[in-house]
């Protein structure tokens, strides 16, 4: 049963704390997603990665940091740089294939500071 | 600069009547165009698609319109029944890998 698995559902961070959110696809996507999702702002992207071993900031990169060591896996890292990360966070993947754009999402982790 | 817009932030309709969400574009670049439906606290989920060598695409209840002239689409949905309540993203791709999210409607439908 394909798809992609985010974890934690919920997770805490406690102020200067940098905490990780895991992101795991078998779907064979070479593309892989970082979203955030606030209140009335939507999606906006935070990374994106197209092939292991090389990602690429988004809109609103500053204060996280991600890496993408296996095709499968594209954890990112909420820094105690980011001075707002209470959010809802969701990773998604794509198949390379133009004309096609059609992104899958996990279920997504709601991160709250403490 | 929001490149995608969805200026309704909100929808409220009687089930079975047609539901029209609206999304504006200002990239004429954009060649690909999708709708993603939201529960809360859920990923989103692929609801329909539609390229710009086209200007309508239907799959069920659902249809998605294309106007290009004027850099606009719409979804509707016939007949709108309870369990079509959510929040409604349009999308954009200005290339291949990319999608740009509009700010999403959220979808009320009333029994």
């Known amino acids: 049963d394909g798809g992609i698995t985010q974890s934690p559902k919920y997770l805490f961070r406690k102020e200067g704390q940098n905490v990780t959110l895991s992101c795991e696809q078998n779907?064979?996507?070479?593309?892989m997603y970082w979203y955030r999702q606030d209140p009335g702002q939507g999606l906006r992207l935070i990374y994106y990665?197209?092939?292991?071993?090389?990602?690429q900031k988004g809109d609103i990169a500053e204060g996280y940091s991600v890496s993408r060591e296996k095709k499968e896996s594209f954890p990112l890292t909420v820094t105690s740089a980011q001075k707002n990360p209470t959010a809802f966070y969701l990773c998604a993947s794509m198949a390379r294939k133009t004309g096609s754009e059609k992104l899958f999402f996990g279920s997504g982790t709601q991160l709250s500071v403490l | 600069d929001q490149q995608v817009k969805q200026n309704s932030p909100s929808l409220s309709v009687q089930e079975g009547r047609i539901s029209i969400l609206n999304c504006d574009y200002t990239n004429s670049m954009f060649d690909y165009f999708l709708w993603y439906k939201k529960y809360p606290a859920e990923g989103p989920t692929f609801l329909i698609s539609i390229s710009s060598i086209k200007d309508k695409n239907e799959d069920g209840r659902f249809t998605v319109f294309l106007n290009k002239s004027a850099k606009h689409l719409s979804l509707h949905i016939v007949p709108s029944q309870p369990g079509d309540s959510a929040v409604y993203f349009c999308a954009a791709s200005p290339y291949t890998g990319k999608l740009i999210f509009g700010q999403g409607t959220t979808l009320q439908v009333k029994p």
């Open positions: 990665s197209q092939i292991v071993n090389d990602f």
């Open positions: 779907l064979n996507h070479d593309a």
